[in-house]
DNA sequence: ATCTTTTTATTGGTTAACCAAATCAATACT
DNA sequence: AGTATTGATTTGGTTAACCAATAAAAAGAT
């Protein structure tokens, strides 16, 4: 039963040697940035691994901006030794985010991002939010299941706030999210009721590019998750 | 020139086009959490690409938490319906984060991963701050340059933070970070030695354990970059 | 009939062969 | 001598064939 966490810890371990393997690569030819890595082919050789096993931990680094391939050219070192070496680290040892912690960075993240879409916020942004928000309010009175809407009405919210990387990291962290919500039926008691009144508050200020409102409506509509989030 | 660029435009299409198909094809088959998608082949067949095609865009799209695959038995749908399409949509759309985005990011990241450090650093996570901190100091006093330093410091404090999201978030934009500061010479100004100061405050502060302090010397640690991102 | 065992076909993962673009060096031309 | 051109080689990207693990179906025993 445990077999498919076993496989993929393998798969996540042979990754990982051969990060590791870069690793030492470059520092052993004190390889700069800008400088060429050996090619795919000569790495998967070196390390008795297939090319896509090499791809693969390339792509890897390459998605932490440590290294940088380009086609027909080659994979080439994107930053310094240092700063190559301690994030090499940190990276093999990061591990699966807990639901406190990923509610935590939401809760960080939307603060900002209702203040940034008061600011910022594009007319075509505004439909766009309020178009999500009235799906939500027909979920609720239908008293159907509205996780989803609700959380598509914080993502278009993200999105105006003009900042790609805080709409990406949302992205990034709302599917584990609503997974969550509905395991444990956090939306379940009759919260989604007042969430009407939360969610629209929120849009006013949006509405009215008003910043400091946004975040203080956002604060509120929080408030419960917080609670729930911390009592854990 | 432009060469690269129209290829990876071209490379970036067809896997979006692979993945409106992947949406289409769950739309009309009305694929709900848990179903089961068709086989890596045939959706190659499905949409005349090889398999790694369809490879590539179901890992997006599982990186994303929209899909989850299985070995030895396939692809599943992870979120509900409404939620996948919204953010399919979202994620077919997103684009590169600007500097000033990536700087915005990392100030809120930071002012709470600093909180958070004072509130639950180990002593492990002290002496690799405090390491980090040394080994800033040195090549600052050399009049060295100390940019990877000074952000593996902030790195050091991302994963004394306790939060791993916040931490992987931090470890995805500082490579970026890095390559700006040293493009636009963000750091040249002298500012270094007055940074040592900033910096062992900030240090003190997760030492003495206290929270308020910590996000309070990180705010002036930003104040100049603060200043300098929004006049760009 | 029901449960166990065995077989068979399907799956994602892996490897190896193939392709077109990019690079570089040798050559031809001015 | 210097510059442009061409052709062989190297590169990452792509495709197709292969593998082991899985799950489902069929056969056998109780």
Known sequence: ??????????????????????????NYKNLEPGDKLPSERMLSEKFNVSR???????????????????????????IGN???????????????????ALVETRILLELKTARLAALRRTDEDLTQ??????????????????VQEDLLFHLAIAKAS???SMNTFMLIITPEIITNFE?????????AQEGIKEHEDIYQAILKQNPKEAKEK????????YQYCYNI
């Open 1 to 26: 039963m445990k077999l498919e966490v076993l496989t993929k810890n393998d798969n996540r371990k042979i990754e990982n040697t051969i990060i590791d393997g870069i690793r030492n690569l470059i």
């Open 52 to 78: 896509s096993i090499v791809r693969e931990a390339i792509q890897k680094l390459e998605f932490y901006g440590l290294l940088k391939s380009r086609p027909q050219s080659g994979t080439f070192v994107a």
């Open 82 to 100: 240092t700063a190559f070496n301690g994030m090499v680290e940190d990276i093999l040892r990061l591990d699966e985010p807990s639901f406190k």
């Open 129 to 146: 939010i309020k178009s999500a928000l009235e799906a939500y309010k027909e979920k609720v009175i239908n008293s159907e299941d509205a």
């Open 162 to 164: 003009g900042n790609s």
């Open 183 to 191: 395991k444990y039926h956090v939306c379940d008691k009759g919260l």
């Open 218 to 225: 956002m604060k509120v509509h929080f408030k419960t998750l």
